[in-house]
Structure formats: structure tokens, C-alpha cells
């Protein structure tokens, strides 16, 4: 089982960036697919991203492809989003969870759990 606490969220302008973290317990950390996701008001969760394992195959939606990077240290137990070039409708509640299906064949995912209490991301314009 994994515990994670995410962090680093905030408030930024329309063309500012936020590094998001997640810190994760237990020594099963590097054993996970783990991924990145949120939720906006009103809006079902969506999937921001995804890493596998050893962090060498990554996916992201469309809609933060090329703004968004993903990235794990397995030595440090630990998560990380890099958000760049943030818009207004990046604001969401930002969560990681760890994929007890793995990595899937299309990038995804697959079947995440351990979720953690989220963090808040808010962009103005």
C-alpha cells in the first residue's frame, strides 16, 4: 500500500508556472505506474498525465501536452508535475494516485488508487 500527500499547489497568473509534488510512504513507491490528475467544479476527473515505473514512458491529454512535464525520483519517493505556460482552465483540484493496473498500451492509467487529499491549482486571467 502507498500513502501520498501531494503539495505546491496555488494561485498564478495566465502565463505563470506551479511544480507540483507528490511524496508517497511505504517502500512500494518504484513498484507503481503513477499519474497525475484533477478535477475541475462541475467537471468529471480527467487524467493530466501518466509515468511507468522506472519513469522512462510518459503520456499526457492533449490539452497540456507541451506545457505540462511529468517526472518521478524513485530514490525519494516522490512525484513531481512541472506546470509551465498555465491557463485559466488549468484550475482544478490536482491529485496523484498511484496505477494498480500499470502503465497501459496507451499511455494511461490503468485502475488508479491511493489517491491523496489533492492540492489546489488556480489560474487567473
Known amino acids: 500500500q502507498v500513502q501520498v500527500v501531494e503539495s505546491g499547489g496555488g494561485l498564478v497568473q495566465a502565463g505563470g508556472s506551479l511544480r507540483l509534488s507528490c511524496t508517497a510512504s511505504?517502500?512500494?513507491?518504484?513498484?507503481?505506474?503513477m499519474g497525475w490528475f484533477r478535477q475541475a467544479p462541475g467537471k468529471e476527473r480527467e487524467e493530466v498525465a501518466c509515468?511507468?515505473?522506472?519513469?522512462?514512458?510518459?503520456n499526457y491529454v492533449d490539452s497540456v501536452k507541451g506545457r505540462f512535464t511529468i517526472s518521478r525520483d524513485n530514490a525519494l519517493n516522490t512525484l513531481y508535475l512541472q506546470m509551465n505556460s498555465l491557463k485559466p482552465e488549468d484550475t482544478a483540484m490536482y491529485y496523484c494516485?498511484?496505477?494498480?493496473?500499470?502503465?497501459?498500451?496507451?499511455?494511461?492509467?490503468?485502475?488508479?488508487?491511493?489517491w491523496g487529499q489533492g492540492t489546489q491549482v488556480t489560474v487567473s486571467s
Open positions: 511505504g517502500s512500494r513507491f518504484a513498484s507503481y505506474a
Open positions: 494516485a498511484a496505477s494498480l493496473g500499470g502503465y497501459s498500451r496507451s499511455g494511461s492509467c490503468e485502475r488508479p488508487g491511493y
Open positions: 509515468i511507468s515505473r522506472s519513469g522512462a514512458l510518459k
